[in-house]
T-cell receptor, first 112, second 111 residues
């Protein structure tokens, strides 16, 4: 069964901490994405990557960065966590020749 | 970034009822997708639509790609308790692999 795995289901971090959210896919997909999900706002794209070492900003990149050193792994980095970054974070991947995304189970991050 | 207008925001229905929800956009999409998200999980793809006017079914679910390419509809027939969740529409504008998501429809089913 193909999978997108997010390393943590729940995280609690302090304001100002540097936070790493990890995502790994086993489907050899070229494209990977990070979204955040907030009630009433749907899914908003933070960053995406079409290939190793490539990254592009999504709609709300401020306060975030990403890293893609290997094809299967896409990391989201909160440089200095703030309370307004408390959210559900979803990672997704898709192959070239678009047929929709496969999502991970999400990481619920709380910044206190 | 663009968001799709999805309605209704939430629905509370009786078991056995049919459900309809829709999604509209101010711009054209080449692909429409419908996802379901259950509590504590990521969204799972239900139906994908690739052509204007296309009508596709997946069990009790039926979705249509609007002729104008600016809207899509999802119908669930004879709802059951496990239909509970948040349903998202998503559109791909053509070229590339980025999706734009709707704000979601929360479905609650009363026994």
């Amino acid at each position: 069964d193909v999978k997108v795995t997010q390393s943590s289901r729940y995280l609690v971090k302090r304001t100002g901490e540097k936070v790493f959210l990890e995502c790994v896919q086993d489907m050899d997909h070229e494209n990977m994405f990070w979204y955040r999900q907030d009630p009433g706002l749907g899914l908003r794209l933070i960053y995406f990557s079409y290939d190793v070492k490539m990254k592009e900003k999504g709609d709300i990149p401020e306060g975030y960065s990403v890293s893609r050193e290997k094809k299967e792994r896409f990391s989201l980095i909160l440089e200095s966590a703030s309370t307004n970054q408390t959210s559900m974070y979803l990672c997704a991947s898709s192959p070239t020749g678009f047929r929709g995304y496969t999502f991970g189970s999400g990481t619920r991050l709380t910044v206190v | 970034g663009q968001q799709l207008n999805q309605s209704p925001q939430s629905m509370f229905i009786q078991e056995g009822e049919d459900v309809s929800m829709n999604c509209t956009s101010s711009s054209i999409f080449n692909t429409w997708l419908w996802y379901k998200q259950e509590p504590g999980e990521g969204p799972v793809l239900l139906i994908a639509l690739y052509k204007a006017g296309e009508l596709t079914s997946n069990g009790r679910l039926t979705a249509q790609f609007g002729i104008t390419r600016k809207d899509s509809f999802l119908n669930i027939s004879a709802s059951i308790p496990s239909d509970v969740g948040i349903y998202f529409c998503a559109g791909q504008p053509g070229g590339g692999n980025k999706l734009t998501f709707g704000t979601g429809t929360q479905l609650k089913v009363e026994l």
